[in-house]
């Protein structure tokens, strides 16, 4: 015996809809109706109609939200798998429903249902196929059957014109993820019940963690259809039917995949985020006393000699030693093979523009680099230059010039990468505007591979070394 | 306490976790990725959520629906992916969702480049997508507010049910500097409107569809209202050597720090000139513009594009006084020595 009760995750009456508020929008004849039913039986049969939330989409079901008494969204065409997936990974607990039409779903929205449905989001989609759309007027959809007449197909859709029907059960079924996926069709009150079926079946995998579900349920568009309804039934089940397979296509449902789905960690408290920042670490800052020019650098070599390494050490340097510093990069495709530079500030007034187009230091790796800017640096300026590998000497007169091998050193020391480590270290000693040993305490923070820290601290011993024989 | 040195893509994730954001979403694009990264590292390991999504049109999207779910969420991109989350700021600014977005600009139109350009700033200043609305936009010029601002984000968001944006550019992004984190954790409260999936929130609904003429125009004059409040309430903005100026450079982001050093030394010719930098560009500071404009001679608008602020300048002080418009595109920022040029021979003897 069949019981005529309403669900109770329907509203009683569609407060929502405005006049009209003990029916549907929906047109007589129309699947939206029968579907809505289902799922609100469902919802009621697994208990869970306090946490759930329904996306509705944009099309005829966007105002889904009238009648099921349940959590409710509206999203923008196609998106709603988006959109569910951020809620799930909000509200591990959610049962969240994705309502999608073959325009919505099938066609804007093609990335986000694939994309969920690889992720093997634990949600359940419920796709309405009905081959057109509905709510602009019986346009052609993705899902529209060759021959079929619509207000974009006047002649009937072509396979030159348009391509083919999309079959969506079939590509879901392509990707691995996904624990279920049916096809079922309203076209007769027994395919009904197997529609109930499955619908329950896909709620409950949500329920039980299982995973991604998706039902397509092919429904008629009598109005766009342009028949009457029981006519719609009928030509449901002759034309579209054997289009689009009523099936089920997959259940995993009893494999026990769950913790494939479980995406929360372990949550930090205040205290250790503060802690894991660094913000509550105490510092020992070496504040200097001493009045220091403006230092405008320009760290330059090749892509692969350290340079910008180099330069976020000597900024570490300067933070370490409470002044201002700033660091920039010139990043982009010159950075492999060709020059790549760094402009380092270090002031103790506040820095402006980051920029150093004019250096009063130029650190020359390689000859490129002094080729490049020697004739912009200040007068009364310094140009350190890897005299390892630049063989020219500096034209000018009015700057200081420092040569040095660092290549060679590094080389010496067991890693000739280890060359900028040296220069930085030598330009520390020359200019006097930081402490060496402000060098070796950032050093080992700086470096993301530890096995080199050792050997870089022995860099900086060697250029103190060559600095006292050399250049002091 | 002690500053670190860090990248301005990089203080963006650490204020935000530090200000409160459980959830990010992302999708790599230069010269923000470094935003991801390191949200891709942090967000997981202090048990917040990171995901790298199929594109920014979904990220947006997420980003509406774990804002919903009364989550302080956010994501970070520049230019093409501005371009694609549009319709996603509409809808977001008609259901009223709080939640963050950082704009790390590069020089457009199309892919343009990587480098730093200010060509975003109508689009992201008016909102972006269609329909009536604005967003608050944070201008940051240093590692640290890229930090700060993120940090507070969250706060104004929530506060006014908002979407923020935080309008950086390919420099301030790429750069590094010392940075004092926040020694205070914030976080989200319950919302009375938003989706918990539970029984309290069951009647919630969020949506942006009034079919009802008469409701959409109600949903419009609220918005408007609020709108309002946020020009009353948000306006902020950064002065220097402004009280004896005759001529005032307005700038933002990277390029007010080009006009802050040039400053200096323009002065030392003789020409009294100061800076005002905006630091909040919606609202934009009207009020305080029109005051300035009543004291001196002329605003120098200095920005990476094609005078899109100047415009808005010349609007709030209603051509009261003569407004310069310095512009670069393509990446280009100019030296200080440009600008010190320019200036004076603009400014000089007059």
């Given at each position: 015996m069949?019981?005529?009760?309403?669900?109770?995750?329907?509203?009683?009456?569609?407060?929502?809809?405005?006049?009209?508020?003990?029916?549907?929008?929906?047109?007589?004849?129309?699947g939206?109706?029968?579907?809505?039913?289902?799922?609100?039986?469902?919802?009621?049969?697994?208990?869970?109609?306090?946490?759930?939330?329904v996306?509705?989409?944009?099309?005829?079901?966007?105002?889904?939200?009238?009648?099921?008494?349940?959590?409710?969204?509206?999203?923008?065409?196609?998106?709603?798998?988006?959109?569910?997936?951020?809620?799930?990974?909000?509200?591990?607990?959610?049962?969240?429903?994705?309502?999608?039409?073959?325009?919505?779903?099938?066609?804007?929205?093609?990335?986000?249902?694939?994309?969920?449905?690889?992720?093997?989001?634990?949600?359940?989609?419920?796709?309405?196929?009905?081959?057109?759309?509905?709510?602009?007027?019986?346009?052609?959809?993705?899902?529209?059957?060759?021959?079929?007449?619509?207000m974009?197909?006047p002649?009937?859709?072509?396979?030159?014109?348009?391509?083919?029907?999309?079959?969506?059960?079939?590509?879901?079924?392509?990707?691995?993820?996904?624990?279920?996926?049916?096809?079922?069709?309203?076209?007769?009150?027994?395919?009904?019940?197997?529609?109930?079926?499955?619908?329950?079946?896909?709620?409950?995998?949500?329920?039980?963690?299982?995973?991604?579900?998706l039902?397509?349920?092919?429904?008629?568009?009598?109005?766009?259809?342009?028949?009457?309804?029981?006519?719609?039934?009928?030509?449901?089940?002759?034309?579209?039917?054997?289009?689009?397979?009523?099936?089920?296509?997959?259940?995993?449902?009893?494999?026990?995949?769950?913790?494939?789905?479980?995406?929360?960690?372990?949550?930090?408290?205040?205290?250790?985020?503060?802690?894991?920042f660094?913000?509550?670490?105490?510092?020992?800052?070496?504040?200097?006393?001493?009045?220091?020019?403006?230092?405008?650098?320009?760290?330059?070599?090749?892509?692969?000699?350290?340079?910008?390494?180099?330069?976020?050490?000597m900024?570490?340097?300067?933070?370490?030693?409470?002044?201002?510093?700033?660091?920039l990069?010139?990043?982009?495709?010159?950075?492999r093979?060709?020059?790549?530079?760094?402009?380092?500030?270090?002031?103790?007034?506040?820095?402006?523009?980051?920029?150093?187009?004019?250096?009063?230091?130029?650190?020359?790796?390689?000859?490129?680099?002094?080729?490049?800017?020697?004739?912009?640096?200040?007068?009364?300026?310094?140009?350190?230059?890897?005299?390892?590998?630049?063989?020219?000497?500096?034209?000018?007169?009015?700057?200081?010039?420092?040569?040095?091998?660092?290549?060679?050193?590094?080389?010496?020391?067991?890693?000739?990468?280890?060359?900028?480590?040296?220069?930085l270290?030598?330009?520390?000693?020359?200019?006097?505007?930081?402490?060496?040993?402000?060098?070796?305490?950032?050093?080992?923070?700086?470096?993301?591979?530890?096995?080199?820290?050792?050997?870089?601290?022995?860099?900086?011993?060697?250029?103190?070394?060559?600095?006292k024989?050399?250049?002091? | 306490?002690?500053?670190q040195?860090?990248?301005?893509?990089?203080?963006?994730?650490?204020?935000?976790?530090?200000?409160?954001?459980?959830?990010?979403?992302?999708y790599?694009?230069?010269?923000?990725?470094?935003?991801?990264?390191?949200?891709?590292?942090?967000?997981?390991?202090?048990?917040?959520?990171?995901?790298?999504?199929?594109?920014?049109?979904?990220?947006?999207?997420?980003?509406?629906?774990?804002?919903?779910?009364?989550?302080?969420?956010?994501?970070?991109?520049?230019?093409?992916?501005?371009?694609?989350?549009?319709?996603?700021?509409?809808?977001?600014?008609?259901?009223?969702?709080?939640?963050?977005?950082?704009?790390?600009?590069r020089?457009?139109?199309?892919?343009?480049?990587?480098?730093?350009?200010?060509?975003?700033?109508?689009?992201?200043?008016?909102?972006?997508?269609?329909?009536?609305?604005k967003?608050?936009?944070?201008?940051?010029?240093?590692?640290q507010?890229?930090?700060?601002?993120?940090?507070?984000?969250?706060?104004?968001?929530?506060?006014?049910?908002?979407?923020?944006?935080?309008?950086?550019?390919?420099?301030?992004?790429?750069?590094?500097?010392?940075?004092?984190?926040?020694?205070?954790?914030?976080?989200?409260?319950?919302?009375?409107?938003?989706?918990y999936?539970?029984?309290?929130?069951?009647?919630?609904?969020?949506?942006?569809?009034?079919?009802?003429?008469?409701?959409?125009?109600?949903?419009?004059?609220?918005?408007?209202?609020?709108?309002?409040?946020?020009?009353?309430?948000?306006?902020?903005?950064?002065?220097?050597?402004?009280?004896?100026?005759?001529y005032?450079?307005?700038?933002?982001?990277?390029?007010?720090?080009?006009?802050?050093?040039?400053?200096?030394?323009?002065?030392?010719?003789?020409?009294?000139?100061g800076?005002?930098?905006?630091?909040?560009?919606?609202?934009?500071?009207?009020?305080?513009?029109?005051?300035?404009?009543?004291k001196?001679?002329?605003?120098?608008?200095?920005?990476?594009?094609?005078?899109?602020?100047?415009?808005?300048?010349?609007?709030?002080i209603?051509?009261?006084?003569?407004?310069?418009?310095?512009?670069?595109?393509?990446?280009?920022?100019?030296?200080?020595?440009?600008?010190?040029?320019?200036?004076?021979?603009?400014?000089?003897?007059?």
């Open positions: 069949i019981k005529h009760t309403k669900s109770k995750s329907f509203y009683d009456t569609f407060e929502r809809k405005g006049p009209g508020q003990k029916v549907t929008h929906y047109c007589p004849g129309c939206h109706g029968t579907i809505h039913k289902l799922i609100a039986q469902a919802l009621d049969e697994l208990d869970v109609q306090d946490r759930t939330i996306c509705s989409p944009v099309g005829c079901s966007v105002f889904a939200y009238y009648y099921f008494d349940t959590g409710n969204i509206q999203c923008s065409h196609g998106r709603a798998p988006a959109v569910a997936t951020a809620m799930r990974r909000v509200h591990d607990d959610a049962i969240i429903i994705c309502y999608q039409g073959d325009g919505d779903l099938a066609g804007i929205g093609t990335t986000e249902i694939i994309h969920a449905a690889n992720r093997g989001e634990n949600l359940t989609v419920f796709f309405v196929n009905n081959a057109i759309y509905g709510m602009t007027g019986g346009q052609m959809a993705p899902t529209t059957l060759f021959g079929q007449k619509t974009t197909t002649t009937g859709r072509t396979m030159a014109q348009d391509g083919a029907p999309i079959g969506v059960a079939e590509i879901i079924n392509a990707i691995k993820s996904p624990v279920y996926v049916e096809r079922t069709s309203l076209g007769t009150p027994g395919k009904i019940q197997k529609t109930r079926k499955a619908i329950k079946q896909a709620l409950q995998n949500q329920v039980e963690k299982k995973g991604f579900s039902v397509e349920i092919l429904a008629p568009c009598p109005i766009n259809w342009k028949m009457e309804p029981l006519q719609a039934r009928k030509w449901l089940q002759e034309h579209l039917e054997p289009v689009f397979p009523v099936k089920q296509f997959r259940d995993n449902s009893d494999e026990l995949i769950q913790a494939q789905f479980s995406t929360k960690l372990p949550w930090k408290s205040d205290e250790e985020v503060l802690d894991y660094g913000v509550n670490k105490e510092q020992k800052q070496v504040k200097q006393e001493k009045e220091i020019e403006e230092q405008l650098v320009k760290f330059s070599g090749f892509g692969g000699q350290g340079v910008m390494l180099g330069g976020v050490l900024a570490n340097c300067a933070t370490e030693e409470g002044l201002n510093a700033t660091w990069p010139s990043y982009g495709p010159e950075m093979g060709g020059t790549a530079n760094a402009s380092i500030i270090i002031s103790q007034d506040s820095i402006g523009s980051p920029v150093v187009d004019f250096p009063n230091v130029l650190i020359a790796m390689n000859g490129p680099s002094l080729d490049a800017f020697e004739e912009k640096v200040h007068a009364g300026g310094t140009i350190l230059v890897n005299s390892s590998i630049v063989s020219q000497k500096i034209s000018r007169s009015d700057v200081t010039a420092v040569y040095i091998p660092v290549s060679d050193l590094a080389s010496e020391v067991g890693m000739i990468a280890g060359a900028n480590i040296i220069m270290a030598t330009y520390l000693l020359v200019s006097k505007i930081m402490d060496i040993n402000t060098l070796r305490k950032v050093l080992p923070e700086s470096i993301k591979k530890k096995q080199f820290v050792d050997i870089n601290m022995k860099m900086i011993d060697k250029a103190e070394e060559y600095f024989e050399h250049l002091s | 306490m002690s500053k040195l860090l990248k301005g893509n990089e203080a963006v994730a650490y204020g935000a976790i530090m200000g409160g954001a459980t959830h990010f979403f992302g790599p694009i230069t010269p923000a990725s470094e935003i991801a990264h390191k949200a891709a590292e942090i967000f997981p390991a202090t048990g917040r959520f990171f995901m790298q999504a199929e594109s920014e049109v979904s990220v947006i999207n997420m980003l509406y629906g774990a804002a919903a779910a009364g989550a302080r969420s956010m994501t970070a991109s520049s230019g093409p992916g501005m371009s694609l989350m549009m319709e996603g700021f509409s809808y977001i600014a008609c259901a009223e969702l709080p939640c963050v977005v950082v704009d790390v600009q020089a457009g139109p199309g892919l343009g480049n990587i480098w730093p350009e200010q060509g975003d700033y109508t689009t992201v200043v008016t909102g972006g997508g269609h329909g009536n609305y967003c608050v936009v944070l201008a940051p010029n240093s590692c507010e890229m930090c700060d601002f993120t940090y507070r984000a969250f706060e104004i968001a929530d506060k006014y049910r908002t979407l923020v944006f935080i309008l950086s550019d390919a420099y301030i992004g790429q750069m590094m500097e010392p940075v004092q984190l926040p020694t205070e954790m914030k976080h989200g409260e319950r919302k009375d409107w938003a989706l999936a539970d029984k309290e929130s069951r009647n919630n609904l969020v949506t942006s569809i009034f079919m009802n003429q008469k409701i959409m125009n109600d949903v419009n004059l609220n918005l408007q209202k609020k709108y309002r409040k946020i020009e009353e309430e948000l306006v902020e903005y950064e002065e220097v050597d402004v009280e004896d100026a005759e005032i450079f307005i700038a933002f982001g990277i390029t007010a720090r080009v006009c802050l050093t040039a400053l200096k030394k323009i002065r030392d010719t003789g020409i009294k000139i800076l005002f930098r905006p630091q909040t560009l919606y609202p934009f500071p009207k009020k305080r513009l029109n005051e300035l404009a009543k001196c001679k002329g605003f120098i608008v200095a920005e990476l594009n094609a005078g899109q602020m100047a415009d808005e300048v010349e609007l709030t209603n051509c009261k006084i003569p407004v310069l418009r310095y512009n670069w595109f393509g990446g280009t920022v100019p030296s200080i020595e440009e600008v010190i040029e320019r200036t004076v021979a603009d400014l000089g003897g007059k």
